[in-house]
Structure formats: C-alpha cells, structure tokens
C-alpha cells in the first residue's frame, strides 16, 4: 500500500473510532435522560416496589453511571452483551439472528438503488432537455414523493395478491434445513429490497443526473470530444469517473438510511430483522435491547462513512494526495 494511501488510511480509523465512542456515549446518556425509573418503565405502573428493585439490581441501576457506561462499553468491546429482558437472551445473538436477514436486505436494496440511479441519472443526463430527460426527472420526483411503506403496500398488492409470484411477507431462512434456501432466501427480499430502493434511487438519479451534467461542461470533456471521441466514449471514459464525488456522498448516506429504513419494512412484511426486533423492544419495553440495537446501528453508519471516505482517494487520487 503506498504511504499516502497508508497514513490516509490511519487518520480516518482513528476518526471512525472516536466518533464510536461519542456515539456509545450520546446513546447511553439518552436512555439515562428518559424521565422515570427505567426499571418502573420496563415494569409499568403496577409492579410492587420489590420487583423493582429486584431489576434495578438485575439491570445494574443501583451503581453510579459511570461505572454502568464503562460495564457497557467494555462488553461491547469484549463481544459480552447483556440479557434481553423480553427475550431471556444475550442481546449479542438476538442481533446476530436478525441481521441474517437485515444485512442482505439493505445490501439487496443497495444494489439495486446504485443499479437504477446511474443508468436513469446517466441516461437523462445524456438526453438532457428531451423526452427521455423529463420522463426520468418525472418519474423520480414521483419517487420521492411517495413514502417506502407505501410502495412496499403496492408491491404487496400486485405481484403477491393479484399475480400472487410470491408471498405477502415472511422469512423462510437461507438453508433447507430452515424450510429456505439460497434462492427462496433472495425472492422473499425481492418485494422489500425494492420497495426500499425505489425512493433512495430516486434522489440518487437525480443527483447523478447533476453531477454528470456538471462534468460534461468541463474544458477537457470538449477536448475529448473535438479530439474524434464519440459522446459515449467520453461519457464512460472521462465523465463518469469524475462525476462518482458527489453520488459516492449520497450513496453512502443512502445505505444508512436504508439499513435503519427497515424497521418500518420489515414490519409490513413481517420479516425477523432488525427493524422488526426494535420495532418489538419498544413495544415490550425492553431498553436493554433498544440501547444496543441503536448502538449497533450508529456502528453501521460510521462503518460507512469509512468506506466511502476510502473510496473518495481510489476514484480520485487528487484527494488521496491531498490527505496525505
């Protein structure tokens, strides 16, 4: 690895690390600041001050703060999670489970986003002002105005109601042994990947739509261009490349969002993810798991942000160097 790339790299792993520990601080001083006794909260109004303090005492409520974030934040970092109140269960292998199903959710929804925003962003870009240029500007505004979940209500209607291609919701596992599989896996987050994609590629064509507009001003796309290049080879040999910045910012937005988008998915299609276990927590009231569920999702965002911090220095070495 060059040293510029090296020390690059160094410099923006100690960013992702500090910023885990303000994120793990703000998350455990919010559920600090709730008003009440979070064991009353968990218990409700009717439990007997013995039972209480029984989970005060369970929960670690009786010591100073300080020492509870520390024993917090220490297990996490040893893999060691507390048990789940509702669910009698590490909140580790809860989490484990249900990003079985989060993760390639989110991946599929990415992809298919990335996939649909550069060629409709790319094709009206190249048809700027004509037919093709309105229709896609058209359509992706009506993307935008359109809420997931109701998306994720037609597609329900459509392909498992009246063409009934697939199932209305649930999960059958990625093995046999599960009654799954790989490809039974895929086509039950068929319906929800693209739900969720639909809005995010919305935004995101029209941001490459922009970008490579942008680009295609530049002094030396009209070089390429006198110099015989047709307006595809310029497109895809000096356009696109440069016009990656902006989209690359947006994109990694995109995908946290879509992961923390799944609670409310995942719940109309009735999937066993993340959403759906945080969804339930609060509904049982169970802070334990929401504390480390909100946790591991701030994770997920910085994680992000590191990789396209990254990916910034491979698409334009300009910046490489300059972090160096």
Known sequence: MPPAMLLLLLKRLATFFATLVVASVVVFAVLELLPGNAAEVILG????????????????????????????????????????????????????????????????????TVVLAITLGVYAAARHNRLGDVGVMTLSQIGIAIPNFWFAILLILLFAVQLQWVSAGGFPGWTEDEGGGLLAGIKALLLPALSLALVQAAILARVTRSAVLDVMREDYVRTARAKGLSRRQALLGHVLRNAMIPVLTVAGLQFANLVTGTIVVENVFVLPGIGRLVFQAISNRDLVVVRDVVMLLAALVVLVNLVVDLLYAVVDPRLRHAGA
């Open 45 to 112: 109004d009717t439990a007997t001050p013995e039972a209480v303090a029984a989970l005060e005492a369970q929960l670690g409520l009786d010591r100073p703060a300080l020492q509870r974030y520390l024993q917090w934040a220490g297990g996490l970092l040893r893999g060691e999670t507390a048990r789940s109140i509702s669910y009698d269960t590490p909140t580790a292998e809860l989490l484990a489970e249900r990003l079985h199903v989060t993760l390639p959710l989110a991946l599929m929804a990415m992809a298919l």
